[in-house]
C-alpha cells in the first residue's frame, strides 16, 4: 500500500511499506517535514484522534480513531 500526505504549501510525503509490515508512522512524518500528535485519550487512555500537522506551513488535520 501506499500512503501520501500532502499539504497545500507543496509539503508531501509519500510512504510505501513493505506489504504485512509495521509503518512507524511518526518516525516517517519528522524524515519530512510534518509532525504527529495525538490529541485526544478516552477513559481507559485509547487514542481516540491524532493530528497531522505541517512543519513548513503551520497547517494540520485532525483525524478521527474512534
Ligand atoms: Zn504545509
Not at 21 to 48: A, I, W
Given at each position: 500500500?501506499?500512503?501520501?500526505?500532502?499539504c497545500e504549501c507543496?509539503?508531501?510525503?509519500?510512504?510505501?511499506?513493505?506489504s504485512r509490515k509495521?509503518?512507524?508512522?511518526?518516525?516517517?512524518?519528522?524524515?519530512?517535514?510534518?509532525?504527529?500528535?495525538?490529541?485526544?485519550?478516552?477513559?481507559?487512555?485509547?487514542?481516540?484522534?491524532?493530528?497531522?500537522?505541517?512543519?513548513?506551513?503551520?497547517?494540520?488535520?485532525?483525524?478521527?480513531?474512534?
Amino acid at each position: 500500500m501506499k500512503l501520501t500526505i500532502e499539504c497545500e504549501c507543496g509539503n508531501k510525503i509519500t510512504m510505501e511499506p513493505p506489504s504485512r509490515k509495521y509503518l512507524q508512522l511518526r518516525d516517517h512524518l519528522e524524515t519530512k517535514g510534518f509532525r504527529f500528535e495525538s490529541s485526544e485519550y478516552d477513559k481507559k487512555s485509547k487514542m481516540k484522534e491524532f493530528r497531522i500537522c505541517c512543519d513548513k506551513c503551520r497547517n494540520y488535520i485532525s483525524l478521527g480513531v474512534d
